[in-house]
C-alpha cells in the first residue's frame, strides 16, 4: 500500500533534518511560511544560511526528485527567503550571512531511503 503524500514528504523532510544535522547543519525552522510562501528547511551552517527544499518520491518514480524544482518553484523559495530574512529575529545579531538555495533529494523505498544533497543547487540572477 502507497503512503499518503502528507506522510512521505514529513517522512523526507525528518530524514533530510538528521542528514543536515549530521553535517553540521542547525536547523532554524522547518515548514516556515509567510502568506503562500513555503521555505521546507532553515539552517545555519557557519556564517552560511541554507534555504532548503525538499523533494520527496516514493520508488519506481519517474524522474528524479530534484528535477521538480522548477524556476517558478526557485523564483518562490528566493522571495520566501527575503521574507524570512527581513522578518526574522532568529538570526545572530549583525551576521552577516551568506545565503544558499539548497535542494535534498529523497528517494524512498520501502525502509531505505536514498539522500542526495545538492548545496547551492542554484544561485539567484536578479535582471
Known amino acids: 500500500m502507497r503512503e499518503a503524500k502528507g506522510s512521505v514528504g514529513k517522512r523526507g523532510e525528518d530524514l533530510a533534518c538528521r542528514y543536515l544535522q549530521g553535517l553540521g547543519h542547525e536547523i532554524v525552522a522547518r515548514n516556515w511560511r509567510a502568506s503562500h510562501l513555503e521555505i521546507d528547511i532553515i539552517s545555519l551552517s557557519g556564517s552560511v544560511l541554507h534555504i532548503v527544499e525538499v ?63 545538492y548545496p547551492q543547487a542554484f544561485i539567484p540572477i536578479y535582471a
Do not use: M
Not at 528566493?78 to 521574507?83: F, L, N, R, Y
Not at 532568529?90 to 535542494?103: H, N, Q, T
Open 55 to 117: 523533494k520527496t518520491r516514493v520508488v519506481p518514480s519517474q524522474a528524479a526528485p530534484e528535477a521538480n524544482v522548477d524556476r517558478r518553484k526557485r523564483e518562490c523559495l528566493v522571495k520566501a527567503a527575503q521574507a524570512f530574512i527581513h522578518s526574522s529575529d532568529r538570526l545572530p545579531l549583525g551576521a552577516d550571512l551568506e545565503v544558499s538555495f539548497d535542494v535534498v533529494s529523497v528517494l524512498l523505498d520501502g525502509e531505505q531511503a536514498e539522500i542526495e544533497y
